[in-house]
């Protein structure tokens, strides 16, 4: 079983497909830890991840 992260968290929902998507797109999903449509990941929050979620804001939905 993963470990909880440590600190604040935000959760990241992939929403939407990934084809027809930039590649630099894709990596920024697959980054995150997204594998498919609905896949929901937590993540600490950190300036890394959230640049990474303003990529591709389109793509995903975040939870407090």
């Known amino acids: 079983m993963a470990k909880k992260p440590q600190g604040k968290t935000i959760k990241v929902t ?3 497909g990934l084809i027809g ?3 630099e797109h894709r990596a ?3 980054g995150l830890g997204l594998r498919r ?3 929901t990941v937590e993540l600490v929050d950190t ?3 959230r640049g990474m ?3 591709v804001a ?4 975040c939870e407090g």
């Open 14 to 16: 992939l929403v939407r």
């Open 53 to 55: 979620i303003k990529k």
């Open 37 to 39: 449509i609905r896949h």
């Open 47 to 49: 300036p890394a991840v």
């Open 28 to 30: 920024c999903v697959r």
């Open 58 to 61: 389109y793509l995903v939905r």
């Open 21 to 23: 998507t930039r590649p």
